[in-house]
């Protein structure tokens, strides 16, 4: 037992969790962005406050940035700056939602002088990682078609196939596309990348430097996330996650708060599958907002919510488990699972942190800190995280 316990302890310091620049900064709904006092003014700011992060947690140690949100002149000194607090920038994230010319999309757009606009910006985003060390290029289109007849579906899958790879010829040798997926929003008849089926076969044919990212908002209600984790994990392609919560539709609320079950039974894929093994390359990123809640404890929360969803899944006794899915005994294999999801991790992550010369609960260690109350009366002026800006 102390071997098992023993075990999941190293797994549990090992695994990191990727913050994400704009969960720092003002966010809201169409309806209201309501600002808060001490949001990051800069970049650079962001950084100071996803190292309060891993301050406190010891497992956040990268930042993803959002280009143009996160412009600077210099991403070297970005990533020297982030490097002095002891932080490394993780995936660069890319917009092609956000100007004019994208009414009709952008890399899958009918038009060839949208398309270049796009891919002139992918290709940037590159040039990015090679300044900051980023290995990650995470994409997201917003690309699809309000009404039927609107434009033609194959057509743009072919024109978005001719994109990508041409941004795949860009990259680097440690470097990867991060394709993600959404079934709606902002279009609401046809999207162009709806699906992982969509996004995987695109990765495929682009080659081993793509790789589907699943981003747990981005699904119908009631679908079974943790099947296509298991699926895309058995073929090498996933990439990695965009975790975050959803009720109704892309929620991008705190990871785990509305359903830690289904948390537990993505980690459980993920912990069962090689997904927690370094090479691996799993990135576990969060893709959040804090609309209503303050941002740096509600960052502090969703890690500690991945490290509880992963500790239950890294207890489960994956013998007792195949031994009765062998012997076809439904009702102990899936109790072999509650048994894990029931326990109560809290008492082990705390002995963890402490091992790791933490204080064992991260949010009061922040509040204590004084880190909220200095960056309330130092930065006059917060900007916007980019949604609704
Ligand atoms: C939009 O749905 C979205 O939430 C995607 O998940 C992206 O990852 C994120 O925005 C940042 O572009
Ligand atoms: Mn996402
Ligand atoms: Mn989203």
Redesign the pocket.
Known sequence: MTVVRDAVKAALKAQTIETPSWGYGNSGTRFKVFAQPGVPRTPWEKLDDAAKVHEFTGVAPKVSL?IPWDRVDDYAALAACAKERGLELGAI?S?TFQDDAYRLGSVCHPDAKVRRKAVDHLRECVDIMDATGSTDL?L?FADGTNYPGQDDIVGRQDRLAESLAEVYERLGDDQRILL?Y?FFEPAFYTTDVPDWGTSYAHCLRLGPKAQVVV?TG?HAPGTNIEFIVAFLLREGKLGGF?FNSRFYA?D?LMVGSADPFQLFRIMHEVTKNGGLDPASKVAFML?QCHNIEAKIPAVIRSVMNVQEATAKALLVDLDALTAAQRDGDVLTANAVLMDAYDTDVRPLLREVREEQGLTPDPVAAYAASGWQERIATDRVGGEQAGWGA
Do not use: L, R
Request: aromatic share 8%.
């Open positions: 959002h994230n917009n995470k997201w993600e959404k981003d981005h965009d892309d991008d893709d």
